[in-house]
């Protein structure tokens, strides 16, 4: 992936954050529009500029996430009450930071979640909680290399 070298005179805010699937994987969009507003949160969470910020007027630099799914499974909740490792749920994806402005990749990155537990934990844990930890992955890297 190609990491990004923010310039240290300007601080990044987060502008937006868009969600796709590239073809084969299935998500509908309310799955975007739900991870979407779990990053912002996450990120607003981390930071103390605001996560929308359409015009900046203290320097800092605006810088799009673009989060591009590369796989979303929901496994099988049933299977994974059954035994460990059975009915996992992946999310995987490409997260690209873009300048706001010019349009320019400042840095793309990979992002995998992925949960196997068995049990009643695992049959009681939906891909809305592993999308907890996704979205604050994809934070994380926002507020550490901006």
């Not at 995987?92 to 196997?116: E, N």
């Not at 844990?125 to 290399?145: H, M, N, Y």
Request: zero cysteines.
């Amino acid at each position: 992936m190609q990491a990004f070298t923010p310039a240290k005179e300007s601080p990044a805010r987060l502008a937006d954050v868009s969600a796709e699937a590239k073809p084969g994987v299935v998500m509908t969009q309310l799955d975007f529009d739900r991870i979407a507003q779990r990053v912002k949160a996450e990120v607003a969470a981390k930071t103390v500029a605001a996560p929308e910020g359409a015009n900046a007027t203290d320097g800092s630099r605006l810088v799009k996430l673009r989060l591009v799914f590369t796989n979303y499974d929901e496994g099988n909740r049933f299977a994974r009450f059954m035994l460990v490792g059975l009915g996992q749920i992946h999310i995987d994806a490409d997260v690209v930071l873009v300048d706001a402005t010019s349009g320019a990749t400042l840095g793309q990155y990979r992002v995998s979640k992925q949960f196997a537990f068995g049990g009643l934990y695992g049959g009681a844990t939906s891909i809305e909680d592993v999308e907890k930890g996704f979205a604050k992955s994809v934070a994380e890297i926002f507020t550490q290399k901006t």
